[in-house]
């Protein structure tokens, strides 16, 4: 009986010195439980949401843009039938996400406040409360890559248990948007500059890869071709209509037919779906001639790489505006929540089969005041802006070439680099494609406030008097 108690006011102890990020993390879960009530019963995409709805139903490997991580989630889900369930537990995930980016940088010696800051972005931007609210794979996505590196900066040299999770996780993510790939190959990179033991990225690597490897068998048996998706290709190419000149590059006969027509979108990703785009003119869509597009694609960035660079700067540049940038201009790129009713699309044919299969109640979102009211105010003030965002990669870049903290701040900064930039190398500019960014850049520029190691250690052994339970 006496050990529980000690155990109980040790955690009671432990619970007073962590008491700021609890304040913090009720906060953030009012505002999510605001969000639900604001906008029941769920923010829907016309194809990503329906997709991912349909494929849970029916479990294979889709031909396009999603793999199977996502609906997998939702496959879990479905017993409930409810889509305000699905953003219940993506709100879930939210608060999960700010909490380990807190507990990791707590772990590395930094003070309370500057892990509570590192952790507020996600928890309180606006942008976060409205992906949270959607039916995307977004927020999975995050939490995933978050908590793999995570597990890789927790300790200055990852165990073999911590470098598996985390290939795990890594897995994971890719399965859930293929822009995680790359990751793979560069933690492995990192984790070999840092000059850890070998066997710790030999067994990331075949905790990654191997997940990966059979999902793309499975792929291939349903598809006849080994991969995880069938629309890389035709993404590349719509990124290659921004700059893409025939004279110069000259493409085989086969190809001709790819070259820009004269049509002129507004942002390279509308190419992927615009009729009137010299891809969709042929027979057989972006899906069946992905092949072509990217040999097509890979020729034209050969032909034209400073174009092709000029062009993926340009597009990552509207990351950091301070006001954000509609791109393309149809959109809405920020400051999202508003009152009105969103109507399930007439035009989607899935729309009719996942409410008879995943939701019968399914309809389309609605403001409620006065909680609407509420998030509408609120998001203005609470959007983290483009400058700011670049001051805290700037801050990452420093601490990954400081000596002291570089191991805490190299990895992440190299992740939310890479997840700024690959989706525009390979597509377009997204403003949600910005927002994975956030949280690992925050992990890499918080250990800039660490405290030295000796006050550090003297710090721990004071908080460790003072929880010191009595008797």
Known sequence: MLAYARRLLSVLAGARRHRAFTVVLVAAA??????????????LYWYDSFAYLHN??????????????????????????????????????GLATGAIVYAVLRG?????????????PVLFDASFLRL????????????????ATALLVHRPVPSARAAATAGLLLAGAALTRTIALPLILLVLVVLAVRRVPWRRPAVLALTALLPVAAYAAWYGGVHGRFGVSGTDGAALWARSMT??????IRPPQDLAPLCPNGTVLDAAGEYVWAKESSLNRLPGGHLALNDRARAFALRAIAAQPFDYLR?????????????PVAHPARTVPAFGFALGTWPLPADQPLADQVRREYDPDLTGMRSVRPYADLLIAYQYPAYLRGPLLAAVLLLGAAGALRRSSRTAALLPWAVAVT???APVAVLD???????????????????????????????????????????
Do not use: N
């Open 419 to 421: 997840l700024l930039v």
């Open 311 to 323: 062009e993926v700067a340009k597009d990552t540049a509207l990351a950091f505006a301070w006001t």
């Open 108 to 120: 590395r010696a930094l003070p309370g406040w500057a892990a509570v800051a590192a952790s507020a």
């Open 132 to 147: 949270e609210h959607a039916v995307v794979s977004d927020t999975l996505f995050i939490l995933l890559v978050v908590a």
């Open 56 to 93: 849970a139903v029916h479990l294979r490997p889709e031909q396009g843009f999603h793999p199977i991580g996502y609906p997998l989630l939702l496959r879990a889900l479905l017993p409930f039938h409810s889509v305000e369930v699905i953003v219940a537990v993506q709100h879930a995930m």
């Open 243 to 248: 700059f893409a000149d025939c004279a110069v």
């Open 429 to 471: 500019f997204d403003h949600r494609y910005v927002l994975p960014v956030v949280p690992v850049a925050c992990l890499a520029a918080a250990p800039a406030f660490a405290r030295p190691p000796r006050r550090a250690a003297a710090d721990k052994a004071r908080e460790l008097r003072r929880e010191a339970p009595v008797g």
């Open 30 to 43: 009012v505002l999510r439980v605001v969000t639900m009530l604001g906008y029941p019963p769920a923010r």
